[in-house]
């Protein structure tokens, strides 16, 4: 029993860490804090829904979807460079748009998947062992997806786009041009975050349009612990912790679940998470104040006196 | 006109011009009026990146002239394809590592030993220093230095100021140089202008600018304008 719902959190957690991994772009390698994903990742999961249903092949349809994100994603690149609205508004204007596509896309506001062919029943056809067929899938897929976006990242293009969001004014004066690195950036992300939906939809085996809602908060709470666990900004372990990141959120929310927390409330214990992370810096400064002021005053004092 | 292989650099009072005329030749602002040419080609309305192949810079901020999070060699290898296309090859490999090593040695800072450190690791001296390495690869027909060592302690901007002649003279390249230092505007390049409320009111160049001192120059400019050179940031050296 215990073993079961193990599995199934690191399933999820797998499954959630391409999410996590296009929120990480924007937000870490970009400085960019795009909004999209709440969009991008439910619009995944309807086009590969209704592809699915519609009887195409379901990996073709898992493309398609990544496909559909990235033009996502570009469009909010677009809104914000060439027409200039700031990037959080920019990303909110294609999450609300997309809401409305989505429900055009699939026509109503759930698709059940159940009895259709899925990714993991064309694999399970193949005879592959039921038991760990998930958990295997994932696992090969988020790796795969890993070490092409740290090779992506590596490559001229890939550094080109890290040095945007590091540095705009110098990778501009090198000759970068940063809108079309930001449109590239952002379309790269919210593909894998489509990519994400397609395979949740697929592996809980529905789609609903709400279920974008919260999720750039469970993307940014599983990069954040990830820089906890794996503390270095060399890329490749950077996405390795972006992954554990999001199976060690999963266990937490198991867990919390296990203690009695309703699901409902999950979200708010998510956000608090994530605000108690990024507030660490100015909480421990605004508790500390106190202690450093009296250190400096000893030490004051003690330079006095061997004066 | 600045002519080919020339060394130019540039004093003024506080609004003068100084960085506005650098920012147009950049291509960070564009002229209301005018235009701005390079080796014959009308840049005047060319963005900054269309314009990288041509002109190098190096900035006030060491901040702003490196990435902080990217490793030396990574920032680098950015600059190796000043305005060319960037693909899908990796950015980094054995060859470029050993140039990256050899060009870094150059410096003197013992950087080549530190390939894989990140930039926000080095001091403003190292950052400047390897802003200027970068400013410089892949050949740009025009090099800014816009007040470089402004943020450096004495030595360290003596350094830079070494490392900048030693390269200007290895690949003859043509500089326009903005200061507030008045030494180092006679110290350093061939030509130096002053300039007040947008125009150029003095241009120094070949035995006059050699015989010239600070003092000089103060009372010229006094003569010209009919003011006193004020900039709070003027640097005197008593």
């Not at chain 2, 010239?212 to 003011?227: H, P």
Request: aromatic content about 6%.
């Amino acid at each position: 029993m215990w073993l079961n719902i193990l599995q199934g959190t690191i399933e999820q957690g797998l499954v959630f860490s391409l999410l996590a991994m296009g929120v990480y772009l924007p937000f870490r390698i970009l400085d960019f804090p795009d909004l999209t994903v709440e969009g991008s990742f439910p619009l995944g999961a309807s086009v590969a829904a209704v592809l699915i249903i519609h009887g195409v092949n379901p990996f073709l349809a898992t493309f398609i979807a990544f496909l559909a994100g990235i033009l996502a994603g570009m469009t909010t690149g677009i809104i914000n460079t060439k027409l200039k609205i700031s990037g959080l508004l920019a990303g909110i204007l294609t999450m609300t748009s997309l809401y409305s596509i989505n429900l055009r896309i699939m026509g109503r506001a759930n698709i059940p998947l159940l009895r259709e062919t899925t990714i993991l029943t064309v694999i399970k056809a193949w005879g592959f062992p039921e038991r760990y067929l998930s958990l295997i899938i994932f696992t090969l897929i988020v790796l795969l997806v890993k070490f092409l976006l740290d090779y992506f990242l590596y490559t001229e293009i890939g550094m080109a786009l890290r040095a945007t969001g590091d540095s705009p004014v110098m990778i501009e004066s090198l000759g970068g041009n940063t809108d079309h690195l930001k449109i590239l950036g952002l379309g790269l992300a919210n593909g894998l975050v489509a990519l994400s939906g397609a395979l949740t939809c697929q592996y809980q085996g529905f789609t609903d349009v709400g279920m974008g809602i919260g999720m750039i908060v469970v993307g940014l709470a599983s990069v954040i612990i990830g820089e906890v666990v794996v503390r270095t900004s060399k890329i490749v372990f950077a996405t390795l912790g972006v992954i554990v990141g999001s199976v060690i959120y999963r266990l937490a929310i198991a867990i919390a679940l296990q203690l009695g927390f309703a699901p409902t409330d999950l979200k708010i214990v998510t956000a608090v998470l994530v605000i108690l992370a990024l507030g660490a810096p100015s909480l421990r400064k605004f508790m500390i104040q106190d202690e450093f002021a009296e250190r400096l005053m000893e030490r004051g004092v003690s330079d006095a006196q061997t004066k | 006109m600045v002519p080919e292989g020339d060394f130019i650099t540039i004093i003024g009072s506080n609004g003068a011009g100084k960085s506005t005329l650098l920012n147009l030749i950049a291509g960070t602002f564009f002229p209301e009026a005018g235009t701005v040419e390079i080796n014959g080609k009308d840049v005047t309305h060319w963005p900054v990146y269309k314009r990288a192949p041509l002109v190098g810079r190096v900035f006030q901020d060491p901040l702003q002239g490196t990435a902080a999070e990217m490793t030396i060699e990574e920032n680098l290898s950015l600059a190796v394809k000043r305005g060319q296309r960037r693909g899908l090859r990796l950015g980094l490999d054995k060859n470029r590592r050993a140039e990256f090593m050899r060009l870094l040695s150059l410096l003197e800072l013992g950087l080549e030993k530190r390939l894989d450190c990140p930039v926000k690791l080095l001091s403003g001296g190292q950052r400047q220093a390897l802003t200027l390495l970068m400013a410089t690869i892949g050949q740009p027909q025009l090099l800014l230095l816009d007040e470089y060592t402004a943020a450096l302690d004495p030595k360290t901007a003596q350094q830079i100021m070494a490392i900048t002649d030693r390269i200007v003279k290895e690949h003859q390249l043509t500089v326009l140089m903005v200061t507030h230092d008045l030494k180092q505007a006679l110290a350093m390049g061939k030509r130096t202008i002053m300039m007040d409320r947008g125009e150029i009111i003095l241009d120094l160049k070949g035995k006059e600018r050699e015989k010239i001192t600070v003092n000089d120059l103060l009372a010229k400019f006094a003569a010209k304008s009919g003011r006193e050179l004020t900039d709070d940031r003027i640097l005197l050296h008593g």
